[in-house]
């Protein structure tokens, strides 16, 4: 078939001409593996094979065919609340009497011991062998996160051989055997990484989002859901591994906007385990708090899991793209550049990370916080002023009851950890349960127009776009930049505020309004400060390399640009994954369609 893609969207006020590109994308071939179950042709390679045995296939189109229909209703409910939003509504709590039980004295079933010390978790994507085995290891200082999250979700490219990987790389991480060798331009073995079985974190899992497909894998004819695969696939390969050695499988989900959701994934842990035969509540869960429909329903969410409940988490860069996506069309709250958004300085921030460790913490879950995302500078001076902000972001959240935090590079274990670490030392314990907020009984949650809105605001969104859209087009769902790990979630951020900047015709501190044509000006400047410093850094390759990156450079300014100019802003940057058989250029063309 054919997509007509534009290279820049049409908007109403914008008299320009549009060039058309219409690039192929070829249908994919099916085999069929199991009794309803289809693969994607190119999909079906050894690895799949390996991964994916008949009992794995049948388990996977048991839980398709009893949960597909009803999650399909809960996105159709998605897509009602959202035309409701765009039309004036705001989110809000619910009218107690919809879930009287959630507001009752209730606690989440008792947490097993290897959940109870949690101060520091480090992150990274599944996929990667080496991080994998970095963020389960001891840096070279001694220090060791408490836990560690495989993650097939936002720092994760969907790409099929991702997800393969990623599995292969689960079950190396469950016992122990995961190995990584690092090779010359010989083919020589110059660094080999291995785990240590018996001095690793607690080992954890987050699955996909409710909205994805996995496009490679249809039951009935349909794509089956990426979270159901990912925690089926997760559970069938480790579960009782884990278990046998004394340890608790656990998982984190994020995205959830309801607690009809929430049911939806405690039924997917019930018809798991009762499927592989392990006792019921043995899978624990974190869930993620990250958009604002959620924050209005913490404690309803949690009370839908609680026999598999280990918490709640502060997701604060997708609760911000959350913000902006479901108040995009109300002119009276749009917010400050992203980057002035903070957990402790804006009150509806505050609120939202109190409330969460309120509702947690009066039922027995532990309260968790977010993301330390820098990546160590290359100069001492510049390592010191991020280990600041780490601390001082740590000493925040401690300070106001949270039982942990995240990060996302070895390097930041200690400094993160430290704060915690005082506060808990205090208490004689490895938590603060006992921690309950003071707030009002419904604090205001909703998002403020704040300033400022500057031209600088932009081109930091430019600029991590282009330098994240490289490294998705080459499968890539993380990327250092700019001395922080840029995943999905800032992606997403930065094209939602642009997009609505640009859709309200927001007027900046200097006075210029935001238009398609200064966004674009923003993009023709700012890829052309990445290309000299892409020519700079690659200067001693072949030219041969060096040119290839440029052209990648190129290629993701041109999809960013397209996304950021599209008239009618798209809900996730995909809601699929993309089929195993496309091309690269297929897969550019697919990305700027759009799959939602």
């Known amino acids: 078939m054919y997509r007509i893609v534009r290279s820049r969207a049409i908007h109403p006020n914008l008299d320009n001409t549009m060039a058309e590109l219409a690039t192929p994308t070829r249908d994919a071939a099916w085999t069929q593996v199991a009794d309803g179950v289809t693969l994607n042709e190119a999909a079906w390679t050894e690895q799949a094979r390996r991964l994916l045995p008949e009992d794995a296939l049948a388990l996977l189109a048991a839980l398709h065919r009893a949960l597909d229909p009803v999650r399909q209703d809960l996105l159709a409910a998605r897509r009602e609340r959202y035309a409701a939003y765009d039309d004036g509504a705001l989110p809000d709590y619910l009218d107690p009497e919809e879930h009287p039980e959630a507001h009752g004295d209730w606690q989440v079933a008792p947490l097993p011991d290897d959940l109870l010390t949690r101060r520091v978790e480090i992150t990274g994507p599944i996929n990667d062998p080496k991080m994998v085995i970095n963020m389960l290891s001891r840096t070279d200082d001694g220090h060791r996160a408490d836990a560690a999250m495989l993650d097939f979700e936002d720092s994760c490219k969907p790409s099929w051989g991702n997800i393969l990987q990623g599995l292969d790389n689960l079950i190396g991480a469950a016992d122990g055997t995961l190995t990584h ?25 987050r699955v996909r989002g409710l909205h994805l497909d996995e ?106 793209f959350s913000d902006i996506k479901v108040l995009k069309e109300h002119g009276d709250r749009i917010m400050a550049d992203r980057n002035t958004i903070g957990i402790s300085n804006r009150d509806w921030m505050i609120n939202y990370a109190k409330q969460l460790i309120r509702v947690c913490h009066r039922h ?116 250092g930049w700019d001395y ?38 923003v993009f023709d400047e700012e890829l052309e400060t990445i290309m000299d410093e892409a020519r700079a850094f690659f200067a001693d390759y072949p030219d041969a390399v060096r040119e290839k990156h440029l052209q990648r450079f190129q290629h993701a300014r041109d999809v960013a640009e397209a996304i950021y100019l599209e008239p009618e802003f798209r809900p996730f940057l995909a809601c699929s994954s993309d089929p195993a058989h496309l091309s690269d250029d297929e897969r550019r063309a697919r990305l700027r369609a759009g799959t939602c």
């Open 181 to 205: 060798e690092k090779t010359d331009a010989e083919g020589n073995v110059v660094k080999r990484y291995a785990l240590d079985p018996d001095d690793m974190p607690l080992l954890m899992v």
């Open 364 to 479: 027995g879950a532990f309260g968790m916080g977010g993301m330390a995302p820098q990546t160590p500078g290359k100069t001492e001076a510049k390592r010191q002023e991020q280990i600041a902000g780490v601390v001082a972001d740590k000493e925040f959240e401690s300070r106001i009851g949270h039982d942990g935090c995240w990060v996302s590079h070895p390097y930041f274990i200690a400094p993160a950890m430290k704060p915690f670490d005082e506060k808990l030392e205090e208490k004689g314990t490895t938590h603060q349960l006992d921690v309950i907020p003071e707030l009002p009984e419904r604090p205001d949650l909703l998002p403020k127009a704040c300033d400022p809105k500057t031209l600088d605001g932009i081109r930091v969104n430019v600029r991590v776009s282009i330098g994240y859209m490289k490294g998705w087009l080459q499968d890539m769902g993380a990327v």
């Open 484 to 521: 922080r790990m840029e995943d999905l979630a800032t992606f997403e951020i930065s094209r939602a505020q642009t997009w609505q900047w640009l859709h309200h015709g927001v007027t900046l501190e200097d006075g210029q309004s935001v238009t398609p044509d200064l966004v674009s000006q």
């Open 215 to 320: 496009s490679n894998v249809r039951v009935d004819g349909e794509p089956v859901s990426g979270a159901l695969f990912d925690f089926a696939m997760s559970m069938f390969h480790t579960a009782q591994t884990l278990i046998d050695q004394g340890k608790t499988p656990k998982f984190y989900v994020p995205k959830v906007e309801h607690y009809l959701e929430a049911r939806w994934f405690n039924d997917l842990f019930v018809r798991v385990q009762e499927a592989l035969s392990i006792p019921q509540k043995t899978a624990k869960a974190t869930f993620l708090i990250e958009t604002l429909p959620a924050a209005f329903q913490m404690e309803e969410i949690l009370y839908e899991y609680r026999d598999h409940a280990a918490g709640l988490n502060g997701g604060r860069w997708d609760k911000i």
